[in-house]
């Protein structure tokens, strides 16, 4: 018979990230430019063992932006397939609400992961982010609209 412990051992582990979804008034959504890597992301990043997904987004952002902000409610969950060398993994997407351009101006870049940020229409938002982003973004900002929350499959919206 299995221990416990042998059995939690033998169960499959799935990477788990957080980001916020901030925009302004007219919609455009605020992107953030890393420094080590061309692609523009969400603010956020990995949840750490023991971490809630909430608790995350509220690290990533005093970590990347220098904010404390509350965290809304949860707009989209991303299950994730494995691609380019990465597990397979959970998605979070909070609420952020609306910021202003004073907003952005007042963020700072404390780590030196952040080099700008910016708001951008879903055209503009195509052009920065990796395919998979934009889809989850627009599902993100359809579940504000909707009073929702997406369920995405590899950004994918299924529900």
């Not at 788990?16 to 919609?27: K, N, S």
């Not at 992107?31 to 608790?55: C, D, I």
């Not at 965290?71 to 597990?87: K, M, N, Q, S």
Request: glycine share 10%.
């Amino acid at each position: 018979m299995q221990s416990s412990e042998q059995y939690a051992a033998g169960l499959p582990r799935k990477r788990m990230a957080a980001g916020v979804l901030f925009r302004g008034e007219d919609d455009r959504v605020l992107l953030v430019e890393p420094s080590y890597k061309p692609n523009w992301e969400l603010p956020g990043g990995v949840v750490e063992a023991n971490e809630a997904p909430w608790v995350a987004a509220a690290r990533e952002l005093r970590e990347e932006l220098g904010a404390e902000r509350p965290i809304g409610r949860l707009l989209a969950v991303d299950h994730v397939h494995a691609y380019d060398g990465r597990l397979e993994g959970m998605i979070f997407v909070f609420d952020g609400g609306v910021v202003t351009e004073a907003d952005l101006a007042a963020f700072t870049f404390p780590d030196g992961e952040i080099l700008s940020v910016g708001l951008y229409s879903l055209t503009d938002v195509r052009a920065r982010v990796k395919p998979l982003l934009a889809d989850r973004l627009t599902a993100a900002l359809d579940a504000v609209h909707e009073g929702t929350t997406a369920l995405c499959e590899h950004g994918v919206r299924v529900a």
